[in-house]
């Protein structure tokens, strides 16, 4: 398989906890505060956030979680939706003959929540470390 990488030409920026350099970062409206670090507790005005620059190739920010989404949804489909549609047919959540078109919504669902834990783990993984764990 040939994977074709686009040029990393569209500029962004990630904006970081100075304590902790997490990109969790939360709008706050309290306190004289309006930025709060969902990790490590740090809370600031936006103007202390580090701002890191990078370049990436998805033309813009939601063109990332497209790009993120998909690519997880090609690793289930090229690597488990076979496996995967059996399980759906013995447990009667396809039927035969089966709409390809049921399958894979069966496994765009099931990328959303293997990716939705992904995140979610990541963040358990940056607030242990946070905490020196
Ligand atoms: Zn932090």
Redesign the pocket.
Same mark, same amino acid.
């Given at each position: 398989m040939t994977t074709i990488h686009a040029p990393l030409n569209t500029k962004a920026s990630a904006m970081l /906890?100075p304590? %902790? !350099? !997490?990109p !969790?970062i939360q709008p706050q409206d309290t306190g004289g505060y309006n930025v709060l /670090?969902g990790? %490590?507790?740090?809370r600031g005005v936006a103007s202390e956030l580090v701002s890191m620059p990078f370049y990436h190739e998805f033309g813009s920010d939601e063109g990332i979680a497209t790009a993120l989404m998909n690519d997880m949804r090609n690793v289930i489909a090229v690597h488990a939706g076979k496996p995967l549609g059996s399980f759906l047919l013995k447990w009667g959540f396809l039927k035969e003959p089966f709409d390809g078109a049921d399958l894979g919504r069966y496994l765009g669902a099931i990328a959303k929540a293997i990716l939705t834990a992904i995140i979610e783990e990541n963040k358990k993984i940056a607030e242990e470390a !946070?905490r020196g764990k």
């Open positions: /906890c304590q %902790c !350099s !997490s !969790s /670090c990790i %490590c507790g740090w !946070s």
